[in-house]
């Protein structure tokens, strides 16, 4: 690669703007500034690209910038040959075009010049503002002399630090970063490779969650041309060869617009070429290609409502292939990117992708957070209302949600939700190896799903994640004593895997002495749960030698028994007993059936032994209840195992007045534990309320009557 890396991915973006000659531009800072009032000629295509977003801006404060700029920078020269300048010239020049603010590129001019140059953050904030300085403070690396192999993690920590308060920041450190990617060839191999397992590991995820496509596409392509030689070349060839493949999508897309005018539908068709990754996995997907592989189809209207008026369109007049269909307009990814997409066959049988989005939508879908403009200022502009109402839509924080941060905090309104949960963590993870693994970690998860709490709230979370992640972003340490959760209202461990919509309510031991077992370090994928489970762990080393719920073998618990059972049978001379598999009490509706020896035995009449009786042509036998207030009834506790838990149980059903005939301890199962208890209680009457007693005891979830055969005779 030349120090102008070619970017493989150009013919696919940015067509109507040649890119910029740096060498002219070199020459142009060399001259120095302009005459007052006039912009320098350097600056100019700056100027013409920030313009074409923002036609009333005022360009004086980007002279200014550039002025300083390039005073600082004068003599300073990049490893290509360039004048310095260059580097921040090209970086602002990137941001323009995707239609960031001039406040974004007043700092990306000056990005470099308090870490290169004497510049200060002082003479910044009285030249340009507080929020500059910010701007610029936030991308400044940190100083290898004072921090050593810690300087690349801790200036990312600094970074995202300032991220979650300003995301412009991150938006003009991808901008720095693909400019150096561009130019990238100048540098030793081992170093090229360096920066660009950091870029696939840490800064195209970033671009990928801000949603800012255009930076993210272009970094894949470079650095799939470095770390994948061979393969890229492959792919490059591939795509030379079928130089001519567009022209069987170009068919298809007249297609589409004959469809759309006959329609009356005012629609923009385009055809979009597959940058080099793209191509690359669809050929692994696919296997050979055909020509409409190398492309897609981008319908653009104005309204969204003409976003789904162009869908029917198409799946009317065309085949459409019902499985590639995505809305990701009515649920936008958590992005913010909003688009339609399907796929149909022409009239050849040639599929092609289609992607249907308003402009509003293709602005955000390039540029992501960077067509927010800033998030500090009140605007009347409708795309940017409409812009940040697609943050909320896609689940980012909310205006109203920045209401907990204390007065005159900076606080970015529009700051993602997987943003916020990374700040929370990184506190925790002190040490720089630690954040530096979990942070590739977490932007390793390159899909978020949102789970419905018990209160009513949400969370989110990644793919993948477990009850164990729910519990610890939803408590924070006060989760250590989870013991369980139910799943869609059904019961489920701490290790079940959560699903997009899934709702879930955590259940918390009230033994603070609780603590998580090294077990649900399997089952955490987030880095706020790891890093506390470890800590908890490391902290209380005996607790993570023994088990939290040690294997009991079954027990048994025997008083005396009553044999005669309140009720009645119209049998003359026959004995009456209870059946164990449903213990029937008063005031329970039964019925009774005869059995060896001449017993009736007594049933509940929702009981599934009597409709295999009935089912067996058995005659049931009347019964009633008898005048006697006693009565025996099993019940059954299903719970989370903990020291103390059968005491608790009994000291309830003795408070209650009742008597164990029996009972039984099953050994815990994937923390979970019955008892089964026979009781002997005075009142028939006082068994709803034993029952809730019961249920009310921490780590029991639920009591219930036997519904199979009881363990005693």
Known sequence: MSAEAPNPGAPSRRRGRPRLDLRRLGRAALLGPAARGRLPDAIGHVAEAHRAHHPDADLGILRR?????????????????????????????????????????????????????????????????????????????LEKVDYGAAAEPETFRKMLVAT?????????????????????????????????????????????????????????????????????????????????ACDALAAIAESVRTVMREAGIQAEVLIRPRHFVSVHRARLKRGELRGTDFGRLLVLVGEDADCYAVLGELHTCFTPLISEFKDFIAAPKFNLYQSLHTAVAGPDSAVAEVLIRTHQMHKVAEAGVIALGSPYTATDANDTDDARRTVIA?????????????????????????????????????????????LREELAEDREITVFRADGGTLGLPAGASCVDAAYAQYGEEAHACI????????????????????????????????????????????????????????????????????????????????????????????????????????????????????VTVHREECPAVTRMRTLG????????????????????????????????????????????????????????RHTYTLQLPDAAGLPALMRAMRDVAGVYDVTRAQHPAGTP
């Open 164 to 244: 979650g308060n300003d995301v412009r920041v991150m938006s003009i450190k991808l901008a720095d970063r693909l400019h150096n990617m561009r130019t990238l060839g100048v540098m030793r191999p081992e170093k090229q490779a360096r920066i660009a397992k950091v870029t696939r590991d840490v800064l195209i995820p970033l671009a990928e969650r801000l949603g800012v496509q255009a930076l993210k596409t272009e970094l894949e392509d470079l650095v799939f041309a470095i770390l994948h030689p061979e393969e890229y070349e492959r792919t490059r060839a591939l795509i030379a060869d079928n130089a001519d």
């Open 394 to 438: 896609a689940g980012q924080t909310a205006p109203a949600e920045q209401s907990e941060h204390a007065e005159g905090e900076r606080a970015d309104p529009t700051r993602p939700g997987w943003l916020s949960r990374l700040l929370e963590w990184q506190e925790s993870a002190p040490d720089p190896d630690t954040f530096w693994t979990s």
């Open 65 to 141: 910038a550039y002025v300083l700029a390039e005073s600082s920078h004068r003599g300073q020269f990049r490893k290509s040959g360039e004048p310095y300048i260059t580097h921040p010239l090209a970086v602002t020049l990137i941001l323009a075009e995707l239609g960031a603010e001039t406040t974004t590129l007043t700092a990306s001019l000056l990005h470099d010049t308090v870490e290169d140059t004497d510049v200060t953050l002082d003479q910044v904030r009285d030249e340009f503002g507080d929020e500059v300085c910010y701007l610029v403070d936030g991308v400044t690396k």
């Open 618 to 673: 058995r005659a049931p036998v009347g019964v009633r209840w008898g005048d006697a207030a006693e009565c025996r009834v099993t019940l059954v506790a299903e719970s989370f195992g903990r020291s103390r838990l059968l005491a608790d149980l009994t000291d309830v059903i003795a408070t209650a007045g009742a008597a164990i005939v029996s009972a039984t301890v099953e050994p815990p199962s994937e923390q979970r534990v």
């Open 484 to 599: 369980g959760a139910r799943v869609n209202e059904r019961l489920a461990t701490l290790s079940t895997r959560l699903g997009d919509g899934d709702s879930v309510q955590l259940l918390l031991a009230q033994d603070a002495a609780s603590g998580p077992s090294p077990d649900w370090l399997d089952h955490a994928r987030t880095p706020a749960a790891r890093i506390a489970i470890t800590r908890w762990l490391a902290a209380h080393p005996e607790g993570a030698k023994a088990p939290a719920a040690a294997p009991r073998a079954p027990m048994a618990v025997a008083a005396g028994r009553r044999t005669a059972a309140n009720a009645v049978t119209d049998l003359p001379g026959a004995s009456v007993r209870l059946a164990g598999c449903c213990t029937p009490v008063p005031p329970d509706a039964v019925t009774g059936f005869l059995v060896r020896g001449g017993a």
